[in-house]
């Protein structure tokens, strides 16, 4: 039964105490909207047996394939039209059988720059740990890449694509990266045919693929593909159907959480919050949108709406008292301990506590385990972390970028996203949770990285409104340098922490080889950072409900792909 909370909306001490203001929108999706949704279950069963007929026949093609080059377009093809996750088990035995001649397919395809990169990003995506020193034969005597490779844009976009999978002091990649870069916006400027691949191009120089969010990727994808002339209308086919049966199950899931967020009536109390329920779900979309994995997106929705909730009431409303009250009660993580709350944080950590309680006792009752000292772990360094930011604000004071990060990798909230992955997966083990490291450094780069690409889409907005220095500003206020100086720095710093966020990845895969909760774990560790870039890239698309992120929602949540 859902939790639904009859209280005031506040008590006369609210009423008095100056509060600041945020005029954040109202949300633009209503629960009576998300009800009416459509999900086409008249053709459910048809398409469901196409789909089968269809899995197979790809299965035999993986299969059947001899050409290594053609093995690689067709994984990087499914990959991409995001149906790779039916033949999980067929690519790892392409993949691995690759990498063991590696060698010998790199002297084979010596001059053909396409080629090569292709292979080395397919490799690093899949967690095999080959050397940058595949691209030697491709510079000249003074160790700059060949001018003559300008000649095959594809080539250099493949080899765009693949420099961003590089870890620290690869230094040929990041010559790679630049050398790319310069050459792709040249063809940009001077062609004006091979429009396929000027929109290819485009993209990725928007932003490469490893930094998109999966899902996102597909939708365009998709249209791309069926634009090219030697596309398969097999995987056309197969790609469209699949992507309307899953977005017809999130739909299904979302409307299921949506009854769930209007029965609970938590922002109508708190109307300085923002209202983003269907927002929050697309998060979880862009961290696992494989049908099987409804209960994750259900948990990481619910706490997604909580962790909004929250900032917002560190971020906006409360007062510092208020604030360190809040925070000892999530840390005793005790009924109480509302006792000393004001109505509106008494409302708020209620809902938080008889939530995530009900979510562990059926974990509990299911499996036998014991998740709520992890998570209540979770939210508390959350709430500390909001509250060392709120003692800024009331100070005044601007850390440096060093004291900004140590505290912002936390507030940013990965953590309590993977804390609630690492708990709530199908696949964990009891022993997996007594060896739960606070927190691995892989946990750390991806929340370090999405604090900085959230700070700037949101930092303008949000220093016009009077919040705490982020990132943007503690550079500038520490170095005395410009805005666009201070942003140059902190684009500088993802690629960094993406370096490293790379290494940990691969790290990761060797564990995770025969681990399936390992490999999916540091699989949503690197889709954190993606989809911050989804709604962060163009400016604030969490905070502003229409504009691109409405077009998003409407594209993977809504609207079906015409057959």
């Given amino acids: 039964m859902a939790l639904h909370l009859n209280l005031p909306f506040f008590s006369s001490s609210d009423l008095t105490t100056p509060r600041r203001v945020a005029n954040y929108k109202p949300t633009i999706w209503t629960n009576d909207y998300i009800q009416s949704l459509t999900t086409h279950s008249s053709t459910e069963k048809t398409n469901a047996e196409r789909i089968h007929k269809l899995e197979e026949e790809i299965r035999y093609m993986i299969n059947m394939e001899q050409r290594f080059l053609d093995k690689l377009e067709l994984i990087d093809t499914l990959r991409q039209l995001g149906v790779a996750y039916h033949f999980k088990d067929e690519i790892k035995d392409v993949m691995s059988s690759i990498f063991t001649l590696v060698d010998d397919i790199c002297l084979e395809m010596k001059d053909d720059i396409y080629v090569t990169a292709l292979l080395f990003r397919l490799l690093r995506e899949h967690g095999f740990s080959v050397s940058q020193d595949v691209f030697d034969r491709f510079r000249d005597e003074d160790g700059n890449?060949?001018?003559?490779?300008?000649?095959?844009?594809?080539?250099?976009?493949?080899?765009?694509?693949?420099?961003?999978?590089?870890?620290?002091?690869e230094d040929a990649l990041d010559e790679a990266r630049d050398f790319a870069t310069k050459h792709l916006k040249d063809f940009l400027e001077t062609s004006s045919d091979q429009?396929?691949?000027?929109?290819?191009?485009?993209?990725?120089?928007?932003?490469?693929?490893h930094w998109r969010m999966p899902r996102l990727h597909t939708r365009w994808f998709i249209d791309m593909y069926q634009k090219e002339d030697d596309m398969s209308s097999l995987l056309l086919e197969f790609a469209?159907?699949?992507?309307?049966?899953?977005?017809?199950?999130?739909?299904?899931?979302?409307?299921?959480?949506?009854?769930?967020?209007?029965?609970?009536?938590?922002?109508?109390?708190?109307?300085?919050?923002?209202?983003?329920?269907?927002?929050?779900?697309?998060?979880?979309?862009?961290?696992?949108?494989?049908?099987?994995?409804?209960?994750?997106?259900?948990?990481?929705?619910?706490?997604?709406c909580f962790v909004t909730a929250i900032d917002d009431t560190y971020d906006v409303h409360g007062t510092l008292d208020e604030l360190e009250l809040f925070t000892d009660a999530v840390d005793r993580w005790d009924v109480t301990a509302t006792r000393k709350l004001p109505e509106y944080m008494r409302l708020l950590f209620l809902a938080l506590l008889n939530t995530t309680n009900g979510l562990c006792y059926r974990v509990m009752k299911e499996r036998g385990l014991d998740i709520i000292p992890y998570l209540k772990k979770a939210w508390t360094d959350l709430c500390k972390a909001y509250l060392v930011e709120a003692k800024w604000y009331y100070q005044g004071y601007t850390p440096t970028l060093e004291e900004y990060l140590e505290n912002g990798w936390v507030s940013i909230s990965g953590h309590v996203v993977l804390s609630h992955f690492y708990c709530f997966n199908q696949h964990v083990t009891k022993e997996d949770l007594e060896s739960f490291d606070y927190y691995p450094d892989i946990m750390r780069c991806s929340s370090t990285i999405a604090r900085l690409i959230d700070d700037l889409g949101t930092?303008?907005?949000?220093?016009?409104?009077?919040?705490?220095?982020?990132?943007?500003?503690?550079?500038?206020?520490?170095?005395?340098?410009?805005?666009?100086?201070?942003?140059?720095?902190?684009?500088?710093?993802?690629?960094?922490y993406w370096k490293a966020l790379n290494r940990d990845h691969?790290?990761?895969?060797?564990?995770?080889?025969?681990?399936?909760?390992?490999?999916?774990?540091?699989?949503?560790?690197?889709?954190?950072?993606?989809?911050?870039?989804?709604?962060?890239?163009?400016?604030?698309?969490?905070?502003?409900?229409?504009?691109?992120?409405?077009?998003?929602v409407i594209s993977l949540l809504i609207k079906p792909i015409k057959m």
């Fill in 506 to 552: 691969l790290a990761a895969a060797a564990i995770a080889s025969n681990s399936p909760f390992h490999e999916y774990f540091s699989s949503v560790v690197v889709d954190i950072p993606r989809v911050a870039f989804c709604f962060y890239l163009n400016g604030d698309g969490f905070g502003d409900p229409d504009g691109e992120t409405m077009d998003r």
């Fill in 195 to 209: 429009q396929i691949l000027r929109e290819h191009v485009a993209h990725a120089l928007e932003l490469p693929l």
């Fill in 240 to 304: 469209k159907l699949d992507f309307n049966m899953v977005q017809n199950t999130h739909k299904s899931e979302l409307k299921e959480v949506s009854s769930w967020w209007s029965n609970l009536g938590l922002w109508e109390r708190l109307p300085f919050s923002r209202d983003r329920l269907v927002e929050n779900f697309l998060w979880t979309v862009g961290w696992t949108f494989e049908p099987n994995n409804w209960y994750l997106r259900e948990v990481w929705t619910k706490e997604n």
């Fill in 145 to 169: 890449f060949k001018a003559s490779l300008c000649n095959h844009t594809k080539g250099i976009l493949s080899l765009y694509e693949a420099s961003y999978l590089s870890i620290e002091g």
């Fill in 459 to 496: 930092c303008t907005a949000e220093h016009e409104r009077g919040d705490v220095p982020k990132s943007v500003q503690c550079y500038m206020h520490e170095k005395g340098v410009t805005e666009a100086v201070a942003r140059e720095h902190i684009e500088e710093l993802i690629s960094a």
